[in-house]
């Protein structure tokens, strides 16, 4: 097995998840490659020496250029916030390193397009991290739909709903609360949150032609964690938006960090002609799921229990035994094992910097109608 050194570029949320992943993914998966964790870069030398220690970085630094030219690092992963994703991926593409790049793929469309230049044009491996893909749950939905279950699609229908931006002492800037400040974000809950929704249904129901959208900021002044200073807030607290897909399904989406009681309830439910699914990433191991062409007195909603590889559910068959559940960790697992496996095979592997361009492009097309109030079409490239 050949040895693939990883250099992680900031040590927060994202970067545990991701850490955890490598450390697990050869306990659970017959893979060609075995990650080694080789170097993480982040602003503090403390922080950055803290975090090596904890997850078993072998070295650890305050440089991330110094991390993507180094000639032991083969994959590059970025996990820092948005408005440094393009410049660390230019730099990675450059150096010839695989790029493995948080969500979104940027903070506006030309950003992205620059991304995917690079890659393409450094023939690198470029995978962004949309995980939810790869909950067995929703690898199942996209199953069932592409073997043609639920008939023809009517409504495709997603939300994304948290609560912890309600009070007006949340400083926008500063660790976890740049996603408030527009200038590291890029978007409020469009890029944050609406990205995840907007990813799968584009995977699962196709592109989306159209849009019509509605945003709000509803605290309009916080302080700034980097100035101490009260500045405006450039971000869209809240976004829906509606939207026609090109199968001629409608679309119906809806994020807020304002909804009172809910920590990250990520849903979505399709409508088909046979039949309908829903999930809950709250109960991200079960999917819901209705069909007409069930017998009459046992017809109605089951909730599958997904823990059966026996039964063809999608990657359990490397986890425990049936009626055991994996969870949200285990998503950046899939999501290692999927792309080693990938890389070994010369191919790629999706969302690819291109794929989560076409994101990107929903996303501004939905704060572009926001502003203007009208209807948009989604622009391809
Ligand atoms: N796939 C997912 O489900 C998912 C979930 C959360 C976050 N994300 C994405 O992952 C990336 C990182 O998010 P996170 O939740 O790990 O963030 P975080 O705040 O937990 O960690 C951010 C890291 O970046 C570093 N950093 C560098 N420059 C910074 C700056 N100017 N301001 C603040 N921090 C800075 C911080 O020190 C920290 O190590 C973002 O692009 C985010 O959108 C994806």
Excluded at 131 to 142: E, F, G, Q
């Amino acid at each position: 097995m050949k040895t693939l050194n990883v250099g992680m570029v900031g040590c927060g949320f994202m970067a545990r998840s991701h850490s955890n992943a490598y450390r697990q993914v050869g306990n659970f998966f017959d893979l060609p490659y075995q990650p080694v964790l080789k170097r993480v870069a982040a602003r503090q030398p403390a922080t950055a020496a803290a975090f090596a220690a904890k997850w078993g970085y072998a070295a650890h630094g305050t440089d991330w250029r110094a991390l993507v030219e180094s000639p032991d690092i083969d994959l590059v992963d970025i996990c820092v916030p948005n408005n440094l994703h393009a410049e660390i991926a230019l730099a990675a593409a450059a150096a010839g390193k695989m790029i493995l790049c948080e969500k979104p793929l940027a903070v506006d469309v030309p950003q992205g397009r620059a991304m995917v230049a690079a890659v393409e044009k450094a023939g690198v491996r470029n995978l962004v991290s949309f995980n939810y893909r790869r909950v067995p749950a929703v690898t199942l939905a996209k199953q069932l739909i592409d073997e043609g279950k639920l008939g023809r699609i009517f409504h495709y229908r997603a939300n994304f709903l948290q609560d912890w931006t309600i009070s007006p002492a949340v400083p926008q800037g500063g660790n976890g609360t740049w996603r408030l400040d527009v200038a590291a974000a890029g978007s409020g809950v469009t890029g944050d949150l609406l990205a995840h929704c907007i990813d799968t249904a584009l995977w699962q129901n196709g592109p989306i032609a159209r849009v019509n959208a509605m945003t709000e900021t509803f605290i309009k002044e916080r302080v700034h964690a980097a100035t101490g200073a009260v500045q405006p807030v450039g971000i869209d607290d809240a976004c829906t938006f509606f939207c026609r897909f090109a199968n001629g399904s409608l679309g119906n989406f809806e994020s807020t960090r304002y909804a009172r009681g809910h920590k990250a309830l990520y849903t979505f439910e399709i409508n088909g002609e046979h039949a309908s699914l829903r999930w809950d990433l709250h109960d991200l191991h079960r999917l819901e799921w209705f069909d007409h062409r069930d017998q009459d007195r046992l017809r109605g909603w089951r909730s599958i229990h997904l823990t059966d590889h026996g039964g063809g559910h999608p990657y359990m068959d490397h986890w425990w035994v049936p009626g055991l559940q994996t969870g949200y960790a285990e998503s950046f697992v899939h999501q290692i094992a999927d792309f080693l496996t990938a890389v070994a095979a010369d191919k790629d592997c999706a969302p690819t910097f291109r794929d989560a361009l076409q994101t990107q492009q929903v996303c501004a097309a939905v704060l572009d109608s926001a502003r203007t109030g009208l209807w948009v079409e989604v622009a391809r490239d």
